[in-house]
């Protein structure tokens, strides 16, 4: 005689947002444990200090707050890009490449326009180009997606690492100093193109050009016809072709403004933040968007939140491995750790697990 299992699984219909947030919140809690429990299991320490050593390595003190806001920033750019990309079921893996090519264009008009032309409009100039250096380069796939259906996901996957040795050959031209394989801090004296210090914030830029693009596509992607036809698109190519709708157009705008997006974050990291270029400015963080925008389900306001909690518990993660004389990769597998209770928490919130009464 066959018998019940105990527990069963369902698809949900639907989730309360205050559901959802129990659900991560609950997820952040037991990483939080968890991580806890390797340090003590590492260091024999108070789980206590842990988690104090976590808040102080984000928020303790001014210049740890306003490196976390940075970096969120960043982030939250990146996903806001690869948002349209995701939700039309693009699968743009090729950010990081995106960011390199888009903080590459700004590099190489820092470097070779440097004052000779006012810094509001070499700014603009670097805006611009980084957008359309990120535009072309998330392109290049979607033409071929579009006309001969390559794979997106190892066709943008591999175009990352062609960027990287094209920003690899360009730092041997632009070694600062000579001999040094690094390109060093980008007119450090004269300040050209670097966005500028605004209400005594360095970042008050970064703030504006990122709430900007977060706040339009929200708007974009909920209630503009384009934003309508990414969802179709992303729901059944065939369906959309059915309703009328160009899918290959639909492919070449969507990335088109994804990458587009993606590039001015290389503009943020080189003219707003690090003011230098090399195959590490983007570090990682095309990788780690993807999971910010999924988690998010595509609505940009909630990346606030999702990007937010990821670098408090990155910056966290840092400190604890910093303060407690772990090595560097300490802090990645704790932030390994804390990524997957949050990934996982992703599944009770499509599928809901019940006794079974039977």
């Not at 693009?90 to 960011?99: D, L, R």
């Not at 997606?145 to 997106?152: H, Q, S, Y």
Request: with cysteine.
């Amino acid at each position: 005689m066959n018998k019940e299992p105990f527990l069963r699984m369902s698809k949900r219909e639907s989730i309360s947002i205050g559901k959802s947030i129990f659900i991560y919140a609950m997820a952040l809690i037991l990483a939080l444990v968890a991580c806890s429990g390797v340090i003590f299991l590492l260091v024999r320490m108070n789980p206590i200090d842990v988690y104090k050593a976590i808040f102080d390595g984000a928020l303790g003190s001014k210049r740890r707050i306003w490196i976390t806001v940075r970096d969120m920033l960043v982030l939250l750019c990146i996903a806001v890009g690869l948002a349209p990309a995701f939700k039309m079921r693009f699968w743009n893996i090729g950010a990081e490449g995106q960011i390199l090519i888009g903080g590459l264009v700004s590099a190489a008009l820092m470097i070779n326009i440097n004052t000779s032309i006012p810094n509001v409009l070499l700014l603009i100039l670097m805006f611009a180009g980084s957008a359309l250096g990120g535009m072309i380069w998330g392109l290049i796939p979607t033409i071929f997606k579009a006309k001969w259906k390559t794979n997106e996901t190892l066709f943008t996957l591999m175009l990352n690492y062609v960027a990287m040795q094209i920003v690899t050959f360009c730092i041997v031209f632009w070694e600062n100093p000579k001999g040094s394989n690094t390109v060093g801090i980008i007119n450090q004296q004269t300040r050209a193109g670097w966005l500028p210090k605004t209400f005594g914030s360095e970042y008050f830029w970064n703030i504006v050009i990122v709430a900007a693009f977060t706040v339009l596509m929200f708007i974009y992607l909920k209630y503009s016809k384009r934003g309508y036809e990414v969802a179709v698109v992303g729901e059944s190519e065939r369906t959309a072709r059915y309703a009328g709708i160009s899918v290959k157009k639909v492919l070449l705008r969507t990335m088109a403004v994804s990458g587009a997006i993606c590039g001015v974050a290389g503009f943020i990291l080189v003219s707003g933040s690090g003011h230098t270029i090399s195959t590490s400015t983007a570090g990682g963080r095309g990788f780690t968007a993807i999971i910010v925008a999924w988690l998010s389900r595509f609505n940009t306001f909630v990346m606030v939140l999702v990007a937010f909690g990821i670098v408090f518990m990155e910056k966290g993660a840092i400190q604890i491995a910093s303060q407690y004389g772990l090595n560097e990769n300490a802090s990645d597998v704790l932030l390994g750790i804390i990524l997957f209770f949050i990934i996982g928490a992703e599944f009770f919130t499509k599928y809901k697990v019940e006794r079974n009464h039977k």
